[in-house]
């Protein structure tokens, strides 16, 4: 992806919107995940469809987020522990992968290899969980004491914009509706 092209409208990042589902009607993605709990049943549904490397341990992900200054949203950290990162159908949710075999090419993408080369216009405390195959990159805000939360899609004329609350009703949008349909909610709403 070219960082160019989508690095200077991030200095115009609008705050975040809702998506809208027609004329006068509030689209939202609701996940039934409350805070005292890991996962709502129903993400967990949908990541069991998918491969997973297995659990983050603790220390790794304690360790990512003291290094990177990162404070991960705890619905996050509970995918993080429970699956590592996720292979989906028709999507990829990245996340700590804690060993891969030698010689083979890793299946899972680890989010480490992407805060390593994260280009400086991606706003601090943004964390790679996935992208839609061709330039549309969607991050988590886990920046400590943050207003800002939710997952935000930037690339060609993404402006940065909110496409989920949190995490676990993006990968509920995006299991039911497609990542493509996630890409483009940008699209949808300068035509509003």
């Known amino acids: 992806m070219n960082t160019r092209a989508w690095c200077p409208i ?3 990042l609008r705050p975040p919107v ?22 709502s049943p129903e993400v967990i549904a949908h990541l069991e469809q998918g491969s997973v490397p297995g659990p983050a341990p603790e220390a790794l992900i304690l360790s990512v987020e003291q290094q990177y200054r ?4 705890s619905d996050y950290r509970a995918f993080l ?15 700590l992968v804690a060993s891969h075999t030698d010689g083979e090419a890793p299946t899972w993408s680890d989010i480490r290899s992407f805060l390593r080369k994260s280009p400086p216009c991606v706003p601090s405390g ?28 930037l690339g060609p004329a993404a402006q940065g914009t909110r496409v989920s ?22 699209l949808r709403k300068a035509l509003d």
């Open 70 to 73: 990162l404070t991960f949203p």
């Open 165 to 186: 609350p949190n995490f676990s009703a993006f990968v509920e949008a995006a299991a039911s509706y497609g990542i493509e349909f996630l890409a483009t909610i940008y």
């Open 81 to 95: 522990l429970k699956y590592g990162a996720a292979l989906m159908p028709g999507f990829e949710v990245f996340g």
């Open 10 to 12: 991030l200095r115009r």
């Open 18 to 39: 809702e998506h809208q589902a027609g004329v006068g009607q509030q689209r939202t993605f609701h996940t039934a995940f409350n805070m005292n709990s890991s996962i």
């Open 126 to 153: 943004w964390v790679q969980i996935s992208d839609d195959g061709m330039d549309h990159r969607f991050f988590l805000a886990c920046a400590p004491r943050s207003d800002n939360s939710g997952v935000f899609v």
